[in-house]
């Protein structure tokens, strides 16, 4: 069974920082590009960040560049989000979302129609 299994939300003050895992099973984890998007009530959801787990390619958002990094932990088949100064407008829930590595700009574009989509964890970030 595939599983994608967020964890790490919570609620912060502007400033803050948190860390969301992704804590993937059930597929080759090293064939795959895994990352975040997040869901704001009433939007589309938006591509945050990825990394390719074969050769450490990744990608961010403009709105996030210089303040989350993403990483990778093949040991543990799981992906990391480290958010730095989070700003009110980072809240959302936050999905991951993995796909057969078919390049970037497949994984951005596909949104929910990645292979997998995880049911997301809750970042809440007060002014």
Same mark, same amino acid.
């Given at each position: 069974?595939?599983?994608?299994?967020?964890?790490?939300?919570?609620?912060?003050?502007?400033?803050?920082?948190?860390?969301?895992?992704?804590?993937?099973?059930?597929?080759?984890?090293? !064939?795959?590009?895994? $990352?975040? *998007?997040?869901?704001?009530?009433?939007?589309?959801?938006? =591509? %945050?960040?990825?990394?390719?787990? &074969?050769?450490?390619?990744?990608?961010?958002? !403009?709105?996030?560049? $210089?303040? *989350?990094?993403?990483?990778?932990?093949?040991?543990?088949? =799981? %992906?990391?989000?480290?958010?730095? &100064?989070?700003?009110?407008?980072?809240?959302?829930?936050?999905?991951?979302?993995?796909?057969?590595?078919?390049?970037?700009?497949?994984?951005?574009?596909?949104?929910?129609?990645?292979?997998?989509?995880?049911?997301?964890?809750?970042?809440?970030?007060?002014?």
């Amino acid at each position: 069974e595939v599983q994608l299994q967020a964890s790490g939300g919570g609620s912060v003050q502007a400033g803050g920082s948190l860390r969301v895992s992704c804590a993937a099973s059930g597929f080759t984890f090293d !064939d795959y590009i895994i $990352g975040w *998007f997040r869901e704001a009530p009433g939007k589309e959801p938006e =591509a %945050v960040s990825c990394i390719s787990i &074969n050769d450490g390619q990744t990608f961010y958002s !403009d709105l996030v560049k $210089g303040r *989350f990094t993403i990483s990778k932990d093949s040991a543990k088949n =799981a %992906v990391y989000l480290q958010m730095d &100064n989070l700003k009110p407008e980072d809240t959302a829930v936050y999905h991951c979302a993995a796909s057969l590595d078919g390049g970037i700009g497949l994984w951005r574009l596909s949104s929910r129609g990645n292979d997998y989509w995880g049911k997301g964890t809750l970042v809440t970030v007060s002014s």
